[in-house]
């Protein structure tokens, strides 16, 4: 059973940073696309960001480009999410997805993942 586990959420202040951090088991498909997503309260799951397979192709929504990072080691089963300058609008539970299926691409939507984790709260104050 594959299994996604966030960490690395908390309280911070505007400005401020974080680092999240998804741990997968269960299954050989450390090497992946994965994602992170998320979803503030009254609102729909929106992408934040997505690496491919060996970390080498990133993108990110326009909202969080230039401020987080995403990045990935595969001996470890870990995909991260460095979140720098963030705002009280990043505020939301953040979500770490997988796809199932090899590719070299990269995913941005909600339907290219097939395993998610329970999600993590970021909440920032201003």
């Known amino acids: 059973q594959v299994q996604l586990v966030e960490s690395g959420g908390g309280s911070v202040q505007a400005g401020g940073s974080l680092r999240l951090s998804c741990a997968t088991s269960?299954?050989?498909?450390?090497?992946?696309?994965m994602g992170w997503f998320r979803q503030a309260p009254g609102k729909e799951r929106e992408f934040v960001a997505t690496?491919?397979?060996?970390?080498?192709?990133?993108n990110y929504a326009a909202s969080v480009k230039g401020r987080f990072t995403i990045s990935r080691d595969n001996a470890k089963n870990t995909v991260f999410l460095q979140m720098n300058s963030l705002k009280p609008e990043d505020t939301a539970v953040y979500y770490c997805?997988?796809?199932?299926?090899?590719?070299?691409?990269?995913?941005?939507?909600?339907?290219?993942?097939?395993?998610w984790g329970r999600g993590t709260q970021v909440t920032v104050s201003s």
């Open positions: 997805a997988l796809r199932s299926a090899w590719s070299t691409g990269r995913y941005d939507g909600i339907a290219g993942y097939d395993y």
């Open positions: 269960g299954g050989t498909l450390s090497s992946r696309a």
């Open positions: 690496v491919n397979y060996n970390g080498a192709s990133t």
